[in-house]
């Protein structure tokens, strides 16, 4: 017997996360988890620390050439980034 109110589950979940303003900090999570997807795992050997704060990705490099090269591609990796997740949840990207 199928009921005539069904909804998809995917659909159900996103609903409660974003009632409980959840949704913004899974997909900071997925961003900071797609680092080494989008990057490659040479950069990941670099990098010392990812973190958000107010809609900025904060990068902690242990390189200083590799945060140049970053620096001057930052708006394609931000866009890289926000593609990989699906939403627009990088606005600006700080190397440090």
């Known amino acids: 017997m199928r009921r005539k109110n069904t909804e998809k589950i995917s659909d159900i979940i996103s609903r409660v996360l974003k009632q409980n303003s959840l949704d913004e900090r899974l997909y900071e999570t997925r961003v900071i988890n797609s680092w080494s997807v989008v990057l490659g795992e040479n950069i990941m050997k670099y990098t ?3 973190y958000f704060k107010n809609k900025k990705l904060y990068v902690k490099l242990t390189s200083s050439v590799l945060r140049n090269e970053l620096y001057l ?3 394609e990796i931000k866009k890289s ?3 990989h997740v699906g939403v627009e949840v990088v606005e600006e ?3 440090q």
Do not use: D
């Open 48 to 50: 010392s620390n990812l």
């Open 73 to 75: 591609t930052q708006e």
């Open 81 to 83: 980034l926000n593609k």
């Open 93 to 95: 990207i700080i190397f």
